[in-house]
Antibody, heavy 121, light 110 residues
Framework: QVQLVESGGGVVQSGRSLRLSCAAS????????MDWVRQAPGKGLEWVAI????????YYADSVKGRFTISRDNSKNTLYLQMNSLGVEDTAVYYC??????????????WGQGTLVTVSS | QSVLTQPPSASGTPGQRVTISCSGS????????VNWYQQLPGTAPKLLIY???QRPSGVPDRFSGSKSGTSASLAISGLQSEDEADYYC???????????FGTGTKATVL
């Protein structure tokens, strides 16, 4: 069965960096786009970034552009999110999700359990 | 950065039908299909409806979706206690080159 397991979250001071990982199994990772989505405590879902199946294209939400970098290693079935210059507003649970699209039908099929990032001032 | 608008809450008694609306724009709902995600308390979101009205394997048929123009809706027929959750609509957005989510609706079974 499909499994997405995030790791790397924790408590970090404002201005510092953190790298999240997402280990994928149960599907052909190299054939899928992958996303990061976050959820601040008590708030809704916010899309963060996407990377295409081969890493050729990457897009970011305005709120993280220039600070976060999404990457993947298809040989290790792993997705990453490098987060720099963290601020308290980045405190959230970060989810990775597999991205499937067929024409104009695009969806986030499977989600990990999430990893909590807490940025302290 | 929610771009899709949903009502904050929806409620009904067991067995009732509840609908949740989702309003977007031409760059997202108007151009791409809509997905709905269910988030049970303390858990990760789960894909509930994709392609406006398609249910992934294992999703009960009491959940249904529809779309017209730049609006979409989710209907829950025969509401059950286990349907208490947060529901989010979402769609791809051309101007963002990313997924946009709705503001979320908390469904309560009275």
């Amino acid at each position: 069965q499909v499994q997405l397991v995030e790791s790397g979250g924790g408590v970090v001071q404002s201005g510092r960096s953190l790298r999240l990982s997402c280990a994928a199994s149960g599907f052909t990772f190299r054939n899928y786009g992958m996303d990061w989505v976050r959820q601040a405590p008590g708030k809704g879902l916010e899309w963060v970034a996407i990377i295409y199946y081969d890493g050729s294209n990457k897009y970011y939400a305005d709120s993280v552009k220039g600070r976060f970098t999404i990457s993947r290693d298809n040989s290790k079935n792993t997705l990453y999110l490098q987060m720099n210059s963290l601020g308290v507003e980045d405190t959230a649970v970060y989810y990775c999700a597999s991205d499937r699209w067929e024409g104009r039908v695009r969806r986030l099929d499977y989600w990990g359990q999430g990893t909590l990032v807490t940025v302290s001032s | 950065q929610s771009v899709l608008t949903q009502p904050p809450s929806a409620s009904g008694t067991p067995g009732q039908r509840v609908t949740i609306s989702c309003s977007g724009s031409s760059s997202n709902v108007g151009s791409y299909t809509v997905n709905w995600y269910q988030q049970l308390p303390g858990t990760a979101p789960k894909l509930l409806i994709y392609g406006n009205d398609q249910r992934p394997s294992g999703v009960p048929d009491r959940f249904s979706g529809s779309k017209s123009g730049t609006s979409a809706s989710l209907a829950i027929s025969g509401l059950q206690s286990e349907d208490e959750a947060d529901y989010y609509c979402a769609a791809w957005d051309d101007s963002l080159n990313g997924h946009v989510f709705g503001t979320g609706t908390k469904a309560t079974v009275l």
